[in-house]
């Protein structure tokens, strides 16, 4: 997880968004007709009401349809287990292609609120649970029906803290801001505190324990408010996007 690369991205998101909800594990209070429904259904039932999936969805109908087709194909042709679904993958080009471009193009203040609530969930989640900290780091948490109920509420508040910078974006167009370069990151998080060998441990970040993992996330997810007020969103737009 180098801070080139590092995948503090969306396909968190989305891959949640699909893996739980399609099994019925991430449930916001929605309410079903009483006619049965199918579990390709209900989860695009569930798509359609969370948080940021929904409204990209709506945004853009093709992808939608992807990921239909992903989760039929899933159904009929499950995948070995360990491997990413299909769906997983579909969901991951929304965020690619059309969520990702909205929050570099998001203004700071949305930005920033975004990294404030990564900030509060993995705060949570290294008390609840150190390796859902940790999975949250590596942008895969596996069950998030299994998290605490404040754990839960936290999660669906980062989802939409995310909706709102995605919402910006779209409003600007799409046009991007200012957004710091990998170097100017690595100096940036130098200056909140962060050591050579946090560094060092970030760029073997996938053979960290969980609670060292969960504490170097924690150390970026936290860093804009120590920044100079000029470089907060355009760090945080580095770390949303990449």
């Given at each position: ?10 396909v968190l ?7 739980l ?49 992903a ?8 995948v ?57 780091a ?8 299994r ?6 509420q ?27 370069a ?30 060292r ?18 470089k ?11």
């Amino acid at each position: 997880m180098a801070i080139a690369g590092h995948k503090r991205n969306v396909v968190l998101v989305a891959a949640i968004a699909v893996l739980l909800l399609a099994s019925g594990g991430l449930a916001y209070g929605i309410k079903l007709e009483s006619v049965p429904l199918s579990p390709i259904e209900r989860a695009m039932i569930d798509l359609r009401a969370t948080p940021l999936i929904g409204m990209a969805l709506k945004d853009n109908a093709s992808a939608e349809k992807d990921i239909r087709e992903a989760l039929e194909e899933d159904l009929r042709n499950p995948v070995a287990p360990g491997v990413p679904s299909r769906a997983f993958y579909a969901v991951g080009a929304l965020s690619r292609d059309h969520i990702r471009p909205m929050l570099g193009a998001a203004d700071d203040a949305s930005v920033i609120a975004v990294m404030a609530a990564r900030f509060a969930l993995a705060t949570r989640l290294r008390a609840d649970d150190p390796q859902s900290c940790r999975e949250f780091a590596m942008n895969s948490i596996q069950r998030v029906d299994r998290l605490t109920p404040e754990a839960q509420q936290l999660f669906k508040d980062f989802l939409t803290k995310m909706e709102t910078a995605y919402r910006n974006g779209r409003a600007a167009n799409g046009k991007p801001q200012p957004m710091s370069a990998p170097a100017e990151v690595v100096q940036l998080l130098a200056q909140t505190g962060f050591t050579q060998d946090d560094l060092n441990a970030l760029n073997r970040f996938a053979a960290l324990p969980a609670l060292r993992a969960c504490d170097i996330d924690l150390k970026i997810d936290g860093a804009p408010p120590k920044l100079a007020a000029d470089k907060q969103g355009p760090f945080s737009r580095f770390v949303l996007t990449h």
